[in-house]
């Protein structure tokens, strides 16, 4: 069983940044594709960045040169750089994972939510104008 917990969520004026941590447990051996999702309500969860087991990672156009993912494998962590947010950022946020690797190649998107079997609870971000 995988267990995913997220943190570092707030709230920060526009322009402000923010940290996402998601602590994961389970399978030490285990490889994940890990990716982040963010959610307001009433419109369906979209991907915002993801990485493979091999470090490949993918990024929503809305927040390229924006966000990064990166992950410390000897924390079992997964992270979520977040700068320059913008109002339209505020969301909760979500990490997610895939046992193996999701294929993720130079230039493709983030995987569609239905592949990542193991989900966090999430995180409020919130960056007001």
């Known amino acids: 069983q995988v267990h995913l917990a997220e943190s570092g969520g707030g709230s920060v004026q526009a322009g402000g940044a923010l940290r996402l941590s998601c602590l994961v447990s389970?399978?030490?051996?285990?490889?994940?594709?890990m990716g982040w999702f963010r959610q307001v309500p009433g419109k369906e969860r979209e991907g915002v960045a993801a990485i493979d087991s091999d470090s490949t990672t993918a990024y929503a156009d809305s927040v390229k040169g924006r966000f990064t993912i990166s992950q410390d494998s000897a924390k079992n962590t997964l992270y979520l750089q977040m700068n320059s947010l913008k109002p339209e950022d505020t969301a909760m946020y979500y990490c997610a994972a895939i046992k193996g690797t999701c294929f993720l190649s130079p230039g493709s998107g983030v995987p569609p939510q239905s592949g990542f079997r193991y989900w966090g609870q999430g995180t409020q971000v919130t960056a007001s104008s």
């Open positions: 389970g399978d030490a051996d285990m490889k994940y594709c």
